[in-house]
């Protein structure tokens, strides 16, 4: 049974900032790809950044300089520092790990989500 549980959402300001947190139950963190995915009503869920085992990153452009992806783990963790918050930031923010199926054992699991909500 693999569980992500998000943590640190919240109200904030223009200009604010949060920072979420994700702990992966388990044993598949150490082989998952770690994401953060968000979905703001009426518009499809994108990936707003990803660290892979390597601790490569990737993150989109709309966040880029403003929003840092870092792992532990140690702690099974994967945290998303989010600065500068732009009212546009505003969505629900998903937990992802994921593992390639190359081999016949990948996976794609889902944390239940936590609100952000950027607004004066």
């Known amino acids: 049974q693999v569980t992500l549980v998000e943590s640190g959402g919240g109200l904030v300001q223009p200009g604010g900032s949060l920072r979420l947190s994700c702990a992966a139950s388990?044993?598949?963190?150490?082989?998952?790809?770690m994401g953060w995915y968000r979905q703001a009503p009426g518009k499809p869920r994108e990936l707003v950044a990803r660290?892979?085992?390597?601790?490569?990153?990737n993150e989109a452009d709309s966040v880029k300089g403003r929003f840092t992806i870092s792992r532990d783990n140690a702690r099974n963790t994967v945290n998303l520092q989010m600065d500068s918050l732009k009212p546009e930031d505003t969505a629900v923010y998903y937990c992802?790990?994921?593992?390639?199926?190359?081999?016949?054992?990948?996976?794609?699991?889902w944390g239940q989500g936590t609100q952000v909500t950027v607004s004066s």
């Open positions: 992802n790990a994921w593992r390639s199926n190359y081999d016949g054992n990948g996976y794609n699991y």
């Open positions: 388990g044993s598949i963190f150490s082989r998952s790809a």
């Open positions: 660290i892979y085992i390597s601790g490569n990153t």
